[in-house]
């Protein structure tokens, strides 16, 4: 084997040595005794060549150090993964909703090779059905397609703009709701840009992703995808939503409405909390071709006669998060960038050291917009009750209200695209626009610790 797989080097002629490929089954026993049983995966695009990549039994692939390795024996012969064109044909049901399904390049739906164990991103209505047999049972699938292939911490506000105008699209050729795959470290983020740039929505859009890719049994890529379009395609509702596991057993998918939510751990399913709110909806997942969705709040965006996608972003909005310690040049430097808004996420009700004030009424002065967020998370800014806060807010300091910061990062940008003046800045950003400031909070402090339903579903 030359460079079949991406192996190449030392792992490369080690395969060749053993005569041994891509695909078939291995038992490896390590120099400390452990064996790995499995199949040999193609190499990672960032992989080196000195790691074999077998994937195991439960799912998982490990990487094998071939100088480890003290003895290999193949079990059978395999084949390299392929993906053979699918001879399915997907109806439509006129007693089901229809949803459109876009993909930003989350690898929530995939085809898996179950000879082989290799994945493949599902980008069609043929393959999603293929990946997912339960989907035509709850909606029809009226579209299936990639918007764009991005890891999500590669999103701008440009993919922003490109994945609302593929919504307003697919609504307009008449999906009755639109789901929207996604990675999930960033989600949050494009959930509260649509959530600013849609308006009129004639039915719900709901990003969801999967914390658990597809070749894993511990998936939770089809059960999240399918509690998404059930929302999408009954709830008649204008909302932007994010759809996730509500706690780690398959149960329960929650619907978070996309201003108030944030991803809360970085592995676990139900890594995704509604903040200082309850969710829009619970959907129970375990029967997949029937989930039962249950709405949980009487507020939600009533159903459009659009859509309709509004304006765009100033990128020249920072984000920033205040440190004791922290001296003021860093404000200071984003003021000489031609920054024209800064989001601060200070501590406690929202104050920063008062030795920043100097620079912040610098940057007010030279017109650049401040907005105060607060690090808690739960609770509202409320720079009124101590000496530091009320100094701040005679700076020009706009109070964030009960807003994420991430949320008040990307409202800024939105309200920045629209206007310079300060005082109309300070309307808008204090203005509820899609549900991002709440005037009673529903939950007042720190989740319930009894148990996983979080004493609140």
Partial sequence: MSSEGGYTGKV?????????SVGDRVRIVRE?????EGVIMPRSELGDDEHVVIKMDNGYNV???IDRIEDVERLGRGKEPSFRPLDIEVGRDPELPDVAILSTGGTIACRVDYETGAVKPAFTAEELVSAIPELPEVVNIVEARP???LLSENMTPSHWLEIAENVVEAFEEGADGVVVCHGTDTMAYT????SFLLKDLPGPVVLVGAQRSSDRPSSDAASNLIAACA??????AGEVAVCMHGWTSDEVCLVHRGVKVRKMHTSRRDAFRSIDTIPLARVDIRDLRNPMLDVLRDDLRPAGDGPEMEGGFEERVALLKFAPGMAPEVLDSLVDAGYRGIVLEGTGLGHVSESWIPSIERAVDEGVAVVMTSQCLYGRVNMNVYRTGRLLKVAGVIPG???????????LMYVLDRTDDLEEVERMMRTNVAGEIEGKRVVGGFEPADGPHHGLF
Avoid at 32 to 36: A, N, Q, R, V
Avoid at 401 to 411: I, N, Q, R, T, W
């Fill in 401 to 411: 209200d009960d807003m994420l910061p991430e949320v008040a990062y990307v409202k």
């Fill in 63 to 65: 990487g094998v150090h």
């Fill in 191 to 194: 959930a509260a840009a649509l």
């Fill in 147 to 149: 918007v764009m292939d």
């Fill in 231 to 236: 929302f999408a395609g009954e709830v008649e």
């Fill in 12 to 20: 490369g002629e080690f395969l060749r040595e053993h005569d041994l």
């Fill in 32 to 36: 400390d005794g452990i064996e790995i």
